[in-house]
């Protein structure tokens, strides 16, 4: 049945037409039921000898579905009165409503799933599903992790998780509380989020994932939802957590934060008084060597530079290329935005950065700076420029912008090099700082 897992639903008409042609009515009546057969890879249960079982997906997916099947496929046995591999469910949500409005009720929920001779019947005084075989699923919510006291189970069913107030806590209680048969087990279906326990549980040796962005179940939702949330959140952090289902980490005191980000998002740039390219080379160029970080960025020059707007237009970096493959990526960025000036790091290339581009552009606009402090104290005065509202991105930014979250006072807490940040950096300096100084500095009195 695996082998064929989700293969009706993608078929040609025609293959379609010819297998239910040849099956009988009674296995025409349960086709429906058998969801093995209608899933998405990411819906169904990995192989192996797991404890935990994690969904994640974005809005829509099709995680309430897959978890409320699974607990299906738990507890119900070959016929309606026959047991299943499990007889006690904890099904845990942010709040006792959820629970029953979203897990049970809902319409991807536990009653909507079931066939009719194997519908569980809701008990509301006992907070309880009861199915025709005995098993028995309990209704939690994780505003009272408490409630897990004295209760023990063969298997749980837990309801985004990276949305609990008190996740630990109740994470850590169900634990416990999971403790009947030979294997107990759980499912989580959740939208990811930088949260500890979300983290932790998925780093844990006897977890397995599966993951799925909000388009692989475009065929069940409606046209005009995907169309909307794609022009308002595609090219967002925003929208690669709540549509792609991708977890987002923020370092612990980072400079920048995805919410921060969030909040200084736009559309497009107004007309800007200054357009520049910066660069932070790569020490060297083949395929094993750092990115080369190239940023573009604009300001708007109206006022003193105290009242001057940034905004982040494109990241264009580049790996594994040659030097003059990197020049040429930074001349290409340079027109395509009618920048003024390129401002390139020579911290490590000296005057060979500059011969570089001057090989492909020998008349470019160009400016060298030099790194006299580390890059957490560099990127600082910048990252207050994004607390004071001043700077604001475009979408695409998404891997520049991963970079930045993880950029903290005691240095970079990401893989590599933050080269993205560091030519970030540098553009907002040229444009931003550089100007502010200069118009801070007293002015000679005229004799």
Known sequence: MRSGAGWLASAAPEVVDEFIAGLSDGALMALPWLFEFWAQPHQLPPEGDWKTWVILGGRGAGKTRAGAEWVRAEVEGPRPLDPGRSRRVALVGETFDQVRDVMIFGDSGILACSPPDRK????????????????????????????????????????????????????????????????????????????????????????????????????????????????????????????????????????????????????????????????????????????????????????????????????????????????????????????????????????????????????????????????????EPVAALYEQGRVHHLRGLGALEDQMCRMTPRGYEGRGSPDRVDALVWALHELMIQPAQHWRRPQMRSL
């Open 120 to 379: 569980p019947v809701w008990e509301a005084t006992r907070r309880r599903l009861v199915w025709p075989n005995g098993a028995v699923a309990q209704a939690f919510s994780a505003h009272e992790p408490e409630n897990l006291r004295g209760p023990q189970f063969d298997a749980a069913w837990v309801d985004e998780l990276a949305k609990w107030k008190r996740g630990e806590d109740v994470w850590d209680m169900l634990q416990f509380a999971l403790r009947l048969g030979e294997h107990p087990r759980q499912v989580v279906t959740t939208t990811p989020r930088n949260v500890a326990v979300l983290k932790q549980v998925l780093g844990n040796a006897s977890t397995v994932s599966t993951h799925a962005a909000t388009e692989a179940n475009r065929a069940w939702l409606a046209a005009s939802f995907l169309e909307e949330v794609r022009n308002r959140y595609a090219g967002t952090r925003l929208g690669r957590q709540e549509l792609d289902g991708e977890l987002l980490e923020d370092a612990e005191g980072a400079l920048w934060t995805s919410a921060g980000l969030e909040a200084g998002r736009v559309d497009r740039a107004p007309r800007l008084g200054r357009v520049v390219v910066a660069v932070d080379p790569p020490v060297t160029g083949h395929n094993g060597s750092d990115e080369c970080g190239i940023v573009v960025a604009g300001v708007v020059t109206d006022g003193p530079p105290a009242d001057w707007k940034a905004y982040v237009l494109e990241d264009a970096s580049v790996t594994g290329k040659s030097p003059a493959e990197w020049a040429r990526a930074a001349i290409a960025a340079m027109e395509r935005h009618g920048a003024e000036r390129l401002v390139a790091e020579v911290n490590q290339g000296g005057d060979l950065v500059e011969s570089v581009v001057r090989q492909v552009d020998p008349l470019v606009p160009y400016r060298a700076v030099r790194a006299a402090k580390g890059k957490a104290a560099r990127a």
